[in-house]
């Protein structure tokens, strides 16, 4: 066990017990981590710390549900994208369904974002429509299955792939204008 598995396991050990000054530690150890998760599924930084806070309240409050499977940090995780998903079915008025030209190409496998940052890439995700972005980050980030996401969603699975397609076109389209500027230092 390394150190730092060692002083979750603490921390995590404490939290059972409702020790506030454990349970502190814990969030300060993991809060950066877990925001970089709700930070893909909000809209902007406020959204995802809103995110944050109600994940790590559902999670103190179902410490108990957690057996030890898998990693403590994987679980939280897990929880942070559910809350996340959770709150997009509070919000969701509807399911885009709007029209795009049937053109396979919109549907590539990636494309070349030489260039850009990190942050700048986040924020093109964050702009994309609520549930092409939803869809997007489970499929594309988190490794869900369209089915998964479907039921998650309350959506279809064709709907779950059609809107990924239609995220992954708006991503590459805004992708190439923001790139279209800039030029590669090593080409």
Not at 45 to 67: S, T
Not at 80 to 108: F, H, W
Request: charged share 25%; aromatic share 8%.
């Amino acid at each position: 066990m390394t150190t730092i598995d060692k002083r979750l396991s603490e921390m995590w050990a404490g939290c059972l017990k409702n020790d506030r000054k454990q349970q502190e530690l814990l969030y300060r150890t993991l809060a950066p981590k877990m925001l970089a998760v709700c930070m893909r599924y909000a809209h902007d930084k406020d959204e995802a710390q809103d995110i944050l806070q109600e994940g790590f309240i559902k999670m103190f409050n179902n410490a108990h549900k957690y057996r030890g499977e898998g990693s403590l940090e994987g679980w939280i995780r897990h929880i942070m994208v559910n809350t996340a998903i959770s709150r997009y079915r509070k919000l969701k008025p509807m399911v885009l369904v709007d029209e795009l030209p049937e053109q396979n190409d919109y549907c590539g496998n990636g494309y070349n974002a030489h260039g850009l940052e990190v942050n700048d890439l986040l924020k093109i995700i964050q702009k994309l429509p609520q549930t092409y972005q939803s869809v997007f980050n489970m499929y594309a980030i988190e490794g869900y299955s369209h089915q998964e996401i479907g039921n998650s969603l309350g959506i279809s699975e064709l709907l779950s792939r059609t809107n990924l397609c239609r995220a992954r076109a708006i991503l590459k389209e805004n992708v190439t204008r923001l790139t279209s500027g800039r030029h590669c230092v090593a080409c």
